[in-house]
């Protein structure tokens, strides 16, 4: 069982900055794929980012793709979220999401919530205009 644990969430005023961390424990880190997936009001939850178990590869979403950066410290087993020009439509909560494999995959990290095994309890990202 991997329990993960975002941090960093916040009121900020548009073009502002945060950085989301996700904390995982309980698993082995270094063989987790990460991802975060955000949920507005009203909305179904989306992809927003995902990094393979070593940090190697990394994905986004367009809507976030030169804004975003995510990376991850596999010696203190926690992931980051660097959100740059917040825009109010990133307005939403933010879930970390990792998939445990039985070994490392340098070059592969899902993007579909399906495919993740362990969830966060989310955080509140809200951007005013």
């Known amino acids: 069982q991997v329990q993960l644990v975002e941090s960093g969430g916040g009121l900020v005023q548009a073009g502002g900055s945060l950085r989301l961390s996700c904390a995982a424990s309980?698993?082995?880190?270094?063989?987790?794929?990460m991802g975060w997936f955000r949920q507005a009001p009203g909305k179904e939850r989306e992809f927003v980012a995902a990094?393979?178990?070593?940090?190697?590869?990394?994905g986004y979403a367009d809507s976030v793709q030169g804004r975003f950066t995510i990376s991850r410290d596999n010696a203190k087993n926690t992931m980051y979220l660097q959100m740059n020009s917040l825009k109010p439509e990133d307005t939403a909560v933010f879930y970390c999401?990792?998939?445990?494999?039985?070994?490392?995959?340098?070059?592969?990290?899902?993007?579909?919530?399906?495919?993740?095994?362990?969830w966060g309890q989310g955080t509140q990202v809200t951007v005013s205009s």
């Open positions: 999401a990792a998939k445990q494999y039985v070994f490392p995959r340098a070059n592969y990290f899902p993007t579909s919530s399906s495919d993740y095994d362990y």
């Open positions: 990094i393979s178990t070593g940090g190697r590869s990394t």
């Open positions: 309980g698993g082995t880190f270094s063989r987790c794929a």
